[in-house]
């Protein structure tokens, strides 16, 4: 039931869905299939037409086989010849409708603000206005110089028989210091993530696209590197997060964070940090002669030691660590805690629910202060 205001009372009706399309209804279960699969067309379309058998999702005038031909004229889908199956891949249209969506759903749909809209609390020489005016100072702009205000002043101060404007009488547009950040988001991508009858890596999946269309389209002064770590770590492109798997992996945390410092060392920005969303213990490390150590039984001192070496590392370069521990395990939360308090970061115990709201608010409150 909703209702409606009306003079001194309140009218009951009965709730009225927006209107949608057919091939809307369709689009909207077909992206959450689409991201589930990995971005594999053929499976997204085999589970949508079992939906449709289940709860009768079309009609004789407006069919599966029509929402595909729709998907095809809409530019969504295209033929491609080096996947297998139909051949039908998705394209960059449908890449971008799904972070976008992953935006909505998790972080509420957000006006696009314009490049840098967020303040700190530090002044600066920005043109990023805060709508104060403060007295001018040596070494400000002269086109922060608000004359209108500068000649009231005058008059004010020193009448109106002579006009006389001093330095005392000037008074400038305050500005803030629009903040700029770079984010590593590292994703775990070992077994476990699959484990148990819970699909971790979906959310994890979403969170990225959101994050990243977040970023693209309202903060395009800010960087994302998204990072995999299995037995190894490595970059992924954003457009390449629908198509996201988990592997036969242990978890390689120190090769995620040395290549997430790596990736950060080259950046400009006077902010950083990284963001890891794990669900499971250190397992693996690379050794110098090429080989892997690997450790899936408890917690291995030599693994979780190198883990502690090389957040501290990261905490001399004045980058913070925010891990999200998507498991409630106790027995791994001392190694967490050890690894936090070593880069002096933050860690979060969360489930899959609230990962999105959580990366969200801390991604906003890192952006207002200087984090060194």
């Known amino acids: 039931m909703s209702n409606g205001k009306r003079n001194n009372g309140f009218v009951f009706k009965q709730y009225e869905a927006p209107f949608q399309t057919p091939f809307d209804k369709l689009f909207d279960i077909f992206k959450e299939l689409i991201t589930h699969a990995s971005g594999d067309f053929d499976e997204a379309i085999d589970w949508l037409r079992q939906l449709d058998k289940e709860f009768k999702l079309t009609t004789p005038d407006y069919t599966v086989d029509d929402f595909i031909e729709d998907l095809k004229n809409k530019g969504y889908i295209q033929e491609r010849s080096d996947i297998g199956g139909s051949g039908v891949g998705l394209t960059s249209k449908l890449e971008k409708a799904l972070r ?42 002269l086109d922060k110089i608000s004359m209108t205000e500068s000649l009231k002043n005058a008059q004010v101060n020193h009448g109106i028989g002579e006009f006389s404007l001093s330095e005392n009488d000037l008074v400038v547009e305050d500005t803030q210091f629009k903040s700029q950040m770079s984010t590593v988001l590292m994703i775990d991508i070992s077994h476990s993530m699959i484990l148990y009858g819970e699909d971790r890596i979906t959310p994890a999946k979403k969170v990225a696209m959101a994050l990243s269309e977040l970023i693209l389209t309202r903060y395009p002064k800010d960087s994302l590197d998204v990072i995999v770590f299995g037995n190894d770590a490595w970059p992924i492109a954003i457009k390449d997060l629908p198509y996201l798997q988990v592997g036969p992996f242990h978890t390689n945390t120190v090769a995620g964070v040395q290549l997430a410092l790596d990736i950060l060392r080259r950046k400009r920005h006077a902010n950083k940090q990284i963001f890891m969303i794990t669900d499971g213990k250190p397992s693996c490390l690379n050794m110098p002669d090429g080989t892997y150590y690997k450790n899936p039984m408890g917690l291995d001192p030599f693994i979780t030691g190198k883990c502690y070496s090389i957040a501290a590392q990261a905490r001399k370069l004045g980058i913070p660590i925010t891990t999200f521990m998507i498991t409630s395990d106790p027995y791994l939360q001392e190694f967490v805690d050890e690894f936090t308090a070593s880069n002096h970061g933050k860690a979060y115990y969360t489930g899959l629910g609230d990962l999105g709201e959580m990366i969200f608010s801390d991604y906003e409150a890192n952006r207002k202060k200087r984090i060194r």
């Open 100 to 141: 976008q969506n992953a935006l909505d759903q998790i972080f509420g749909k957000m006006r696009k603000g314009v490049s840098g809209n967020h303040k700190t609390k530090y002044s600066g020489l920005s043109d990023e206005s805060t709508g104060d005016l403060r007295s001018y100072q040596y070494g400000d702009n």
